[in-house]
């Protein structure tokens, strides 16, 4: 049986899914700041540093589907609460160890999977699942800019830490910020366990969630959005693991990568909720088309402008605009294409391959750094799959949105 959800329900889950994906993202994309410090004090080199990273890019994509399923099946909010707590005790870990395999296990494997299950597919499903279909693209756009904005507070609190206080204590004030997310979760509680239903022109309501998978694998649309997503990941995380780096070798401060990273997730705000709103209004593949193929132009303007602090600074605005803007279309095309009975589940898995890419993208740029000084053919082969991106998503079947009755 299908119930609506009151005004305040409605408010709730979104500011409370937003709040939990601010935390979250906010720890995670701002991992970055901690390998010049992390280096310097441990004597981990800088390629061991990005594989570890790496790593935890690909684990929290690959774990998204795994507690999407879980929760799809037995419930979000358990899910949750179990990420909050091994997310804490990956951060909680890592000034304990001093190697490149123990900073696989803790940031890259414990704190990783942690954060995938308070992520994107788990709260952007709740909201699919739960609002009424013309509620769900700007709630997924406002849940998304929780995201951003938690990059836009921890980046600069974070480089605080480590510039006041030192590194350790800065991973254990992120230590403490993912315990928030349990009683945020608990929340949640109060929008209920309501379904809405939604037509779906693939989806049936007895369908099972391995012949769902399978049905979604065999559509050309969906895979188009994976190579799409994998080229967002490679994009994200190579700025987020390497950015702090390449300013240095620029003769930067390191403030100017924190205020940097901050930009990106302030001005991604609004992106977000742009995307949301926009995605009512037009098809979402051509929103996802512009996003890769404005992000191309903002890295080729990057690569010819002179390195200075507030060209820098003009840089993250500009890319903060299409940073994570991905993620609103990219649910919301999942949702259309397949109905929201398993979209945590199909989401999470275009997901793994977002994180696929960022694996690569941590990874290649540590050792295009280490092997050549320089971060400059990383840089072409990010505008490359930009590019490619953006000419993917026009061959998506998306049906045509259907004119609204304006009201007498």
């Given at each position: 049986?299908?119930?609506?959800?009151?005004?305040?329900q409605?408010?709730?889950?979104?500011?409370?899914?937003?709040?939990?994906?601010?935390?979250?993202?906010?720890?995670?994309?701002?991992?970055?700041?901690?390998?010049?410090?992390?280096?310097?004090?441990?004597?981990?080199t800088?390629?061991?540093?990005?594989?570890?990273?790496?790593?935890?890019?690909f684990?929290?994509?690959?774990?998204?589907?795994?507690?999407?399923?879980?929760?799809?099946?037995?419930?979000?909010?358990?899910?949750?609460?179990?990420?909050?707590?091994?997310?804490?005790?990956?951060?909680?870990?890592?000034?304990?160890?001093?190697?490149?395999?123990?900073?696989?296990?803790?940031m890259?494997?414990?704190?990783?999977?942690?954060?995938?299950?308070?992520?994107?597919?788990?709260?952007?499903?709740?909201?699919?699942?739960?609002?009424?279909?013309?509620?769900?693209?700007?709630a997924?756009?406002?849940?998304?800019?929780?995201?951003?904005?938690?990059?836009?507070?921890?980046?600069?609190?974070?480089?605080?830490?480590?510039?006041?206080?030192?590194?350790?204590?800065?991973?254990?004030?992120?230590?403490?910020?993912?315990?928030?997310?349990?009683?945020?979760?608990?929340?949640?509680?109060?929008?209920?366990?309501?379904?809405?239903?939604?037509?779906?022109?693939?989806?049936v309501?007895?369908?099972?969630?391995?012949?769902?998978?399978r049905?979604a694998?065999?559509?050309?649309?969906?895979?188009?959005?994976?190579?799409?997503?994998?080229?967002c990941?490679?994009?994200?995380?190579?700025?987020?693991?390497?950015?702090?780096?390449?300013?240095?070798?620029?003769?930067?401060?390191?403030?100017?990568?924190?205020?940097?990273?901050?930009?990106?997730?302030?001005?991604?705000?609004?992106?977000?909720?742009?995307?949301?709103?926009?995605?009512?209004?037009?098809?979402?593949?051509?929103?996802l088309?512009?996003?890769?193929?404005?992000?191309?132009l903002?890295?080729?303007?990057?690569?010819?402008?002179?390195?200075?602090?507030?060209?820098?600074?003009?840089f993250?605005?500009?890319?903060?605009?299409?940073?994570?803007a991905?993620?609103?279309?990219?649910?919301?095309?999942?949702?259309?294409?397949?109905?929201?009975?398993?979209?945590?589940?199909?989401?999470?898995?275009?997901?793994?391959?977002?994180?696929?890419?960022?694996?690569?993208?941590?990874?290649?740029?540590?050792?295009?750094?280490?092997?050549?000084?320089?971060?400059?053919?990383?840089?072409?082969?990010?505008?490359?799959?930009?590019?490619?991106?953006?000419?993917?998503?026009?061959?998506?079947?998306?049906?045509r949105?259907q004119?609204?009755?304006?009201?007498?």
């Open positions: 049986m299908t119930h609506s959800l009151s005004q305040r409605i408010v709730v889950l979104t500011v409370t899914a937003a709040a939990i994906l601010m935390i979250t993202m906010g720890t995670r994309q701002t991992s970055g700041l901690f390998l010049l410090p992390i280096t310097q004090s441990t004597g981990v800088i390629v061991a540093f990005s594989f570890a990273l790496a790593i935890g890019q684990m929290f994509g690959l774990a998204q589907p795994i507690f999407a399923a879980i929760a799809d099946k037995y419930g979000a909010i358990k899910v949750i609460v179990a990420g909050g707590l091994m997310m804490a005790l990956g951060s909680f870990l890592t000034p304990y160890v001093s190697s490149g395999s123990g900073l696989l296990f803790t890259g494997i414990l704190g990783a999977a942690g954060a995938a299950a308070g992520s994107f597919s788990i709260l952007i499903g709740i909201a699919a699942q739960r609002l009424p279909a013309e509620k769900r693209s700007f997924s756009g406002f849940i998304n800019a929780g995201g951003s904005f938690g990059q836009l507070i921890f980046a600069p609190v974070v480089q605080a830490f480590i510039g006041f206080t030192g590194w350790v204590s800065a991973m254990f004030f992120t230590a403490a910020a993912a315990l928030l997310t349990i009683p945020l979760a608990l929340l949640l509680r109060q929008t209920g366990k309501t379904e809405v239903a939604v037509p779906s022109p693939v989806a309501p007895h369908i099972g969630l391995g012949e769902q998978v049905e694998m065999r559509n050309p649309s969906y895979l188009y959005l994976h190579i799409g997503f994998f080229t990941g490679f994009h994200v995380a190579f700025l987020v693991t390497h950015l702090p780096s390449e300013l240095e070798l620029c003769g930067l401060a390191p403030t100017v990568a924190a205020y940097s990273l901050s930009l990106i997730g302030g001005f991604n705000v609004a992106g977000s909720l742009i995307a949301g709103w926009l995605g009512q209004r037009y098809r979402m593949k051509y929103l088309a512009w996003i890769y193929g404005s992000r191309a903002i890295v080729m303007i990057y690569m010819v402008m002179p390195k200075t602090a507030l060209n820098v600074y003009l993250a605005g500009a890319l903060g605009f299409t940073w994570l991905t993620v609103p279309p990219t649910a919301g095309l999942v949702g259309k294409l397949f109905g929201t009975r398993y979209i945590a589940t199909l989401f999470g898995l275009t997901l793994v391959s977002h994180q696929v890419g960022g694996f690569l993208g941590a990874w290649l740029g540590g050792v295009a750094v280490a092997q050549t000084g320089s971060y400059e053919w990383i840089w072409y082969a990010d505008i490359a799959l930009a590019l490619m991106a953006a000419a993917i998503n026009f061959p998506i079947r998306e049906a949105l004119a609204q009755p304006q009201p007498a």
